[in-house]
């Protein structure tokens, strides 16, 4: 009985941080959401000035690079130790992305992607 004091205060303190951790954790995802969206309406915007792309294929564009930086959040998150696993899952993420987009895109305008990839690239 005489415990009880500290029991109950062990408890408070355990419940307050908890709920700081909680508190925390939503603003960081809050935050990662929001760099996530800014993100990619630049890219999207920058895509859809410089390849003059509908805004049906702007829309796409921007559907696929949110499930995109979606699938890279889950697969950083799962080979969270594994630097190899994640640049390889990456890589291949990356490249399925970039084949879809092709895919949207008229031959003028993937000529005129390739061109902005590959300035990128160097």
Known sequence: MKDRPRIMEAFLTF???????VTQIGMRWE??????????????????D?????EHQARQISEINYL????IS???LASFRDT??????????TEK??????????ERQKDAWRH???ENLK
């Open 84 to 93: 190899d696993v994640f640049s390889n899952e990456m890589r291949a993420i």
């Open 15 to 21: 419940l307050i941080l908890a709920i700081i951790a």
């Open 68 to 71: 995109y930086y979606d699938r």
């Open 116 to 118: 902005l990839k590959g």
């Open 31 to 48: 935050q990662q959401y929001g760099e996530r969206r800014l993100m990619v309406e630049y890219v999207n915007s920058e895509l859809t």
């Open 74 to 76: 889950e697969v950083y």
């Open 50 to 54: 410089v390849l003059r792309l509908s």
């Open 97 to 106: 992305r970039d084949r879809t987009i092709m895919k949207l895109l008229n």
